[in-house]
């Protein structure tokens, strides 16, 4: 079992920045891929972010890349997002997950564990 928190939402100004954590515990936790989706209101949950456990490899939606990074810490248990240059349209709900493929989560929006979520807002 995988239980995973995350925490560091708020209010942020259009071009500000965030930083989004997500505290995982589990036996075997650190083996997994980790990522992050977002669900505005009224839109569908949509991938943002992932990193796997065994290289570190990241990937990164087209919407985010160049602007978001994923990294993960203290023996793989912990990872974070840093949001920069946030736009309005990004506001939502941000989901931390894991699954034991990152096809699962970067190819089908899917994954095996879910965090409780964080609310992020960017003001125009």
């Known amino acids: 079992q995988v239980q995973l928190v995350e925490s560091g939402g708020g209010l942020v100004q259009a071009g500000g920045s965030l930083r989004l954590s997500c505290a995982a515990s589990g036996r075997t936790v650190n083996k997994y891929t980790m990522g992050w989706f977002r669900q505005a209101p009224g839109k569908e949950r949509e991938f943002v972010a992932a990193i796997t456990w065994s290289d570190s490899s990241t990937y990164y939606a087209d919407s985010v890349n160049g602007r978001f990074t994923i990294s993960r810490y203290n023996d793989k248990k912990t990872e974070y997002l840093q949001m920069n240059s946030e736009k309005p349209e990004e506001t939502a709900v941000y989901y931390c997950?894991?699954?034991?493929?990152?096809?699962?989560?970067?190819?089908?929006?899917?994954?095996?564990?879910w965090g409780q979520g964080t609310q992020v807002t960017v003001s125009s």
């Open positions: 997950a894991a699954d034991h493929s990152v096809h699962t989560i970067v190819r089908r929006n899917l994954a095996e564990y």
